[in-house]
């Protein structure tokens, strides 16, 4: 079964940093690009970036780019989210999805979805 | 960056009626569209790609029709499962966005 596993909740405090991670299996982990989306409480999905975990390229929303750190390591096939300094404002579901083109144009389709982790950035 | 607008922002319906959701793009996005459903406490599921194929195991009251900047997505006779939040999303131009969704609820 082709699945994606992701970390705990996290409760952090403003200025901490964090990782998250999120664990493929069932497919070949290095064949696709997993990426990350975000759901603030009671608003619609935002697309954050995405990691090739074959060769660590990257790419990210302009509204994340330098805000967050999207990685991956292919020996574990797993993927990362890390902040360096939390704020409140990063309080949010994080999904992390497996995307795919089916044919042609950029691989940004989400076919795979994680369950969800939930960030609490609280004083 | 392309703007996707989903419109009607809540659809009441009953079960066993016909659903139709609309997502308009602020530019043309090809046929590179996709249609999300998301339910309570769930992370979304894929539901169709490049605005017309069903994702696997998709059933087939739902299609995806459209091209260019307006698509659709309907779902020919609701079942009480399908009631849920509908997300479009483009992968046309980057950064890929969604649309700010579509809530189909019991009427």
């Known amino acids: 079964e082709v699945q994606l596993v992701q970390s705990g909740a996290e409760v952090k405090k403003p200025g901490e940093s964090l990782k998250i991670s999120c664990k493929g299996s069932g497919y070949r982990f290095t064949g696709y690009w997993i990426g990350w989306v975000r759901q603030m409480p009671g608003k619609g999905l935002e697309w954050m970036g995405i990691?090739?975990?074959?060769?660590?390229?990257?790419r990210y929303s302009p509204s994340f780019q330098g805000q967050v750190t999207i990685s991956a390591d292919k020996s574990i096939s797993t993927a990362y989210l890390q902040w360096s300094s939390l704020k409140a404002s990063d309080t949010a579901m994080y999904y992390c999805a497996r995307h795919r083109t089916y044919g042609s144009g950029n691989p940004c389709t989400m076919d795979v979805w994680g369950q969800g982790t939930t960030v609490t950035v609280s004083s | 960056e392309i703007v996707l607008t989903q419109s009607p922002a809540t659809l009441s319906l009953s079960p066993g009626e016909r659903a139709t959701l609309s997502c308009r793009a602020s530019?043309?996005?090809?046929?590179?569209l996709a249609w999300y459903q998301q339910k309570p406490g769930q992370a979304p599921r894929l539901l169709i790609y490049?605005?017309?194929n069903r994702a696997t195991g998709i059933p087939a009251r739902f299609s995806g029709s459209g091209s260019g900047t307006d698509f659709t997505l309907t779902i020919s006779s609701l079942e009480p499962e399908d009631f849920a939040v509908y997300y479009c999303q483009q992968r046309s131009n980057w950064p890929p966005g969604f649309g700010g969704g579509t809530e189909v609820e019991i009427k």
């Open positions: 990691v090739n975990p074959g060769d660590s390229d990257t």
């Open positions: 530019q043309s996005v090809s046929n590179f």
């Open positions: 490049d605005a017309s």
